[in-house]
């Protein structure tokens, strides 16, 4: 059984930063797409980046320059680094997998499994 659990959300004052974390088990970790996507309320939830089994990355434009995705292999969890943060950044983030090993991830229909999500609300 496939298991995403993130944490790391919370309250940022605008401008500061944020790390996620997102701890997978259940499936080959490295060798799935993985990513992160954002749902503010009311709104459909759109990716934020995704990193391919190989490290590939790829962001979303407004995310571009201020966030870097990552992840470590050895230990099943995929990261999402968030600076210069600002109040459209906030809403629920959700660990996400690709379908299959070979699956690509460049929106929510592309997803294999979610995780719970975890609330970041940016403010001043």
């Known amino acids: 059984q496939v298991q995403l659990v993130e944490s790391g959300g919370g309250w940022v004052q605008t401008g500061g930063s944020r790390i996620l974390s997102c701890v997978v088990s259940g499936i080959n970790f490295g060798s799935r797409t993985m990513g992160w996507f954002r749902q503010a309320p009311g709104n459909q939830r759109d990716l934020v980046a995704s990193i391919s089994s190989g490290g590939l990355t790829n962001y979303a434009d407004s995310m571009k320059g201020r966030s870097i995705i990552f992840k470590d292999n050895a230990e099943n969890t995929l990261y999402l680094q968030m600076k210069n943060l600002k109040p459209e950044d906030t809403g629920a983030y959700y660990c996400?997998?690709?379908?299959?090993?070979?699956?690509?991830?460049?929106?929510?229909?592309?997803?294999?499994?979610w995780g719970p999500g975890t609330q970041v609300t940016v403010s001043s």
């Open positions: 996400a997998t690709a379908q299959g090993l070979f699956g690509s991830l460049r929106s929510a229909a592309d997803v294999g499994s």
